[in-house]
């Protein structure tokens, strides 16, 4: 008998349609990215962040602004450019004439959900200093160590095109974004829709939450029991060896990756409604999780070959594990 993440005679509290009704209420302002919306929750209730790499004017600041706002979360945005300081990022101590010492005012990171806009535009040292906020929710200050406002979701987000004046985000960064996304141009039909909403849409500023944070909380708890079949995890693991495997990639997925991945599936099932992970989960969401994660070859680059190919090129060629019948 298989062994999973939860017993099966514990109860699995669904949250009914409320994230659905969250995605609904994101489409009254965005059109045509529902599936982009998924992944947003998915990494949000997996406990992870976002990665957005696309062209200006596509819609990636609307796109966070309305999830907060559906989410009643508090929101800050730091627009990153190269004379940033980490201390214009983290906060900073300031000497108070009052209390005859210094006192710790933080910086915009503290919020529930913050969108770091063209990352890549400054120094390494600023990158480096979203590192800890990232992966241990927490800033450290002079010795002092300040937990960040729960849920903490960070959307950040780069240009893909304009190199000049940016710094590419270290391998250990990039690894500390669970997913990283990109959500194209709209067809001609939806583009049609964002013209007619521009005159008598809705707007933003008209959005209502209809969520919480303390809502956000229970899913992430509540993703954690999603259940996930030994042969899901052997399937994880094969994906995750065979890139470190694959003659095109130098530097293949990390264990952490592995344990991304597992968290999004979860996370992601969530969203679908389910309390269980199918094979199905794995292979849509491979390409978003695992991706940025791999370092190629020179010569793979030389002959336009992606992370993305690799990963297309490893599902195809992996078995996919046929699940026990579910009572």
């Not at 400054?122 to 992966?135: F, G, H, I, R, W």
């Not at 710094?167 to 964002?194: C, H, N, W």
């Not at 969520?211 to 030994?230: K, T, Y």
């Amino acid at each position: 008998m298989s062994t999973t993440v939860r017993a099966e005679t514990e109860p699995f509290r669904k949250p009914d349609q409320q994230i659905q009704q969250v995605i609904d209420n994101m489409e009254k302002v965005i059109v045509g990215k529902r599936s982009v919306i998924e992944l947003c929750l998915t990494g949000l209730i997996a406990r992870g962040h976002v990665l957005l790499e696309d062209v200006p004017g596509v819609g990636k600041t609307l796109l966070v602004r309305s999830l907060a706002k559906s989410l009643a979360c508090q929101f800050k945005r730091i627009q990153f450019t190269p004379d940033l300081l980490p201390s214009d990022v983290t906060g900073t101590a300031i000497y108070n004439q009052r209390i005859n010492d210094f006192e710790f005012r933080p910086g915009p990171v503290f919020t529930q959900i913050l969108l770091a806009d063209e990352i890549n535009r400054t120094s390494p040292k600023t990158q480096a200093s979203l590192l800890e906020a990232l992966e241990e929710k927490s800033v450290t200050a002079d010795g002092v160590t300040y937990p960040l406002p729960t849920p903490f979701f960070v959307l950040a987000t780069q240009n893909p095109i304009e190199y000049e004046g940016t710094f590419s985000l270290p391998e250990a960064q990039l690894d500390r974004f669970l997913m990283k996304l990109s959500m194209g141009y709209p067809t001609p039909e939806e583009e049609i829709q964002v013209l007619r909403r521009g005159t008598t849409g809705a707007t933003i500023d008209q959005l209502t939450p209809v969520a919480s944070p303390e809502d956000i909380l229970f899913w992430q708890h509540e993703a954690m029991s999603v259940l996930v079949d030994d042969s899901l995890y052997a399937y994880v693991v094969q994906i995750v060896n065979q890139t470190r495997h694959h003659p095109h990639v130098y530097l293949g997925v990390s264990t952490r990756g592995a344990v991304a991945m597992t968290k999004a599936v979860q996370a992601y099932a969530l969203v679908q409604g389910r309390d269980y992970v199918i094979p199905d989960d794995v292979k849509l969401l491979s390409p978003w999780v695992l991706s940025h994660r791999i370092i190629m070859e020179t010569d793979a680059t030389y002959q336009n070959i992606t992370p993305h190919n690799i990963i297309q090129d490893i599902l195809a060629n992996t078995p996919v594990p046929v699940l026990p019948q579910r009572r």
